[in-house]
């Protein structure tokens, strides 16, 4: 049974996380000096509230204690990385944002002993980035890993890797990859992982792709290898399980970008509830306008229903399944959530939501692109709709 009733520890750190988070990370969103070239966290101030949360044991949330985590489960982390991203500079401070959160958890859960030291310490400890390089230009791999083009020949024991990969997110900071490659043409068993590090020979960053923005730490890259040699040693899982792999990663990741955006929706209500309650017009406030308050009460309950199956779909990733059909229900959902919160708050501004004398517009750029990372909106409908027509009116069953 499900229970949404959170335990004394959880609810103690999401409120140390939020607390957290309104003392020392969203002050800095109003300086200007806060912000790196490209419009995250520079480095000195996030360097300096990394210390400051790993100081208060917020750090690593999501990751087993052995591995350097505080050991909470896919349901424990999701109430905190919502109130992580209550700030747009939000999730890094605590070593939970994209693509370090999900590269450590699918290395926790697949790589062995020596591979962990090795790999996964470095990026726990929060010493360097990481970056997880799959998506490829067309026609290669996008939504669909099956038509990967880069691929990875056995010689001896080392692994020669050619071909390109494009939006690539962190590659230019990362110092640690995980790489997904074609390594036969068999359709379930073709792909393979291996780990490489940045100063590893025979690929180089061809650009940083400029995208609408703001953009993540890094970037997104396109990326060229030229006969890069990797070590079968550095191969994680068997050959040919790539994309058991990918499973293993994606859909815990993909979730957690749904935790993070449900914090932003938060976010962009609390500066939409804050103006229209002193805003006056027409002889009385906004707040009290028919109109606004059927806005702001359907991003509301859009938020509660993007929170539910978010939830759902965690607690079955808790359970040991891939909770592909939960999974994707929660990405559409608050995908356009995301949009629709951001969207409403800037109306409801006026012109001060459209400058940039307030985050809502650095959110609403930033939201564009959550029906597209981790699957377009389409493609998870596709799974739903697949999954109808297998499941028929089970598919709203209550396993």
Same mark, same amino acid.
């Given at each position: 049974m499900?229970?949404?009733?959170?335990?004394?520890?959880?609810?103690?750190?999401?409120?140390?996380?939020?607390?957290f988070?309104e003392?020392h990370?969203?002050?800095?969103?109003?300086?200007p000096d806060?912000?790196?070239e490209?419009?995250?966290?520079?480095?000195?101030?996030?360097?300096?509230l990394?210390a400051?949360?790993k100081?208060?044991g917020?750090w690593?949330?999501?990751l087993?204690l052995e591995?350097?985590?505080?050991?909470?489960?896919v349901?424990?982390?999701?109430?905190?990385?919502?109130e992580?991203?209550?700030?747009?500079?939000?999730?890094?401070c605590f070593?939970a944002?994209?693509?370090d959160?999900?590269?450590?958890r699918?290395?926790?859960?697949?790589?062995?002993?020596?591979q962990?030291?090795k790999?996964?310490?470095?990026i726990a400890?929060g010493?360097?980035?990481?970056?997880f390089?799959?998506?490829e230009?067309?026609?290669?791999?996008g939504s669909?890993?099956?038509?990967?083009?880069?691929r990875?020949?056995?010689k001896?024991?080392?692994w020669?890797?050619?071909g390109n990969?494009?939006?690539?997110?962190?590659?230019a900071?990362?110092?640690?990859? =995980?790489?997904?490659?074609k390594t036969?043409?068999?359709?379930?068993k073709?792909?393979t992982?291996f780990m490489?590090?940045a100063?590893t020979p025979g690929?180089?960053i061809?650009r940083?792709?400029?995208?609408m923005g703001?953009?993540?730490?890094?970037?997104?890259?396109?990326i060229e290898f030229?006969?890069?040699?990797?070590?079968?040693e550095?191969?994680?899982?068997e050959?040919?399980?790539?994309?058991?792999?990918?499973?293993i990663?994606?859909?815990?990741?993909?979730l957690?970008?749904?935790?993070?955006?449900?914090?932003?929706s938060r976010?962009?209500?609390e500066i939409?509830?804050e103006?229209?309650?002193r805003?006056?017009?027409?002889?009385?406030?906004?707040a009290?306008h028919e109109?606004v308050?059927w806005?702001?009460?359907? =991003?509301?309950?859009?938020?509660?229903?993007?929170?539910?199956?978010t939830?759902?779909?965690a607690?079955?990733?808790d359970?040991?399944?891939?909770?592909?059909?939960?999974v994707?229900m929660?990405? =559409?959902?608050v995908?356009?959530?995301?949009?629709?919160?951001?969207?409403s708050a800037?109306q409801?501004?006026?012109?001060?939501g459209?400058?940039?004398?307030?985050v809502l517009?650095? =959110?609403?750029?930033?939201?564009r692109?959550?029906?597209?990372v981790?699957g377009?909106?389409?493609?998870?409908?596709m799974?739903?709709?697949?999954?109808?027509?297998?499941?028929?009116n089970d598919f709203w069953?209550w396993?």
């Open positions: 499900i229970d949404f009733t959170l335990s004394p520890h959880v609810e103690e750190t999401r409120l140390r996380i939020r607390d988070v003392k990370i969203i002050p800095l969103e109003s300086d806060a912000y790196d490209h419009e995250n966290i520079a480095h000195e101030p996030m360097e300096r990394k400051m949360a100081a208060e917020l690593n949330l999501s087993p591995d350097g985590g505080l050991g909470l489960n349901v424990e982390i999701t109430p905190c990385y919502e992580m991203n209550r700030s747009i500079f939000g999730p890094v070593n944002s994209a693509p959160d999900g590269n450590m699918v290395l926790s859960q697949v790589a062995r002993p020596d962990k030291e790999w996964l310490a470095p400890n010493s360097i980035r990481s970056s390089v799959m998506t230009p067309s026609p290669g791999s669909d890993p099956s038509v990967m083009l880069t990875a020949e056995k001896g024991d080392k020669i890797v050619n990969k494009w939006f690539i997110t962190g590659a900071v990362a110092q640690h990859f =995980i790489l997904m490659a036969s043409d068999d359709a379930r073709g792909l992982a490489f590090h100063d690929w180089r061809v940083r792709i400029p995208i703001p953009e993540e730490h890094g970037g997104h890259c396109e030229d006969g890069m040699e990797i070590p079968d550095d191969r994680l899982m050959v040919g399980e790539g994309l058991k792999l990918t499973q990663r994606l859909g815990t990741a993909r957690t970008h749904c935790m993070r955006w449900l914090g932003l976010r962009a209500m939409a509830k103006y229209v309650e805003r006056i017009s027409f002889g009385e406030t906004l009290n109109g308050q806005m702001m009460g359907e =991003i509301a309950l859009a938020i509660e229903v993007g929170r539910l199956l939830m759902r779909a607690w079955k990733l359970q040991g399944d891939f909770a592909r059909k939960e994707s929660a990405k =559409i959902q995908a356009d959530t995301l949009h629709q919160a951001v969207d800037i409801l501004n006026g012109a001060r459209y400058s940039k004398d307030t517009e650095w =959110i609403y750029r930033y939201a692109q959550a029906r597209l981790d377009a909106s389409e493609v998870h409908k799974v739903l709709a697949r999954n109808y027509f297998q499941e028929g069953g396993r």
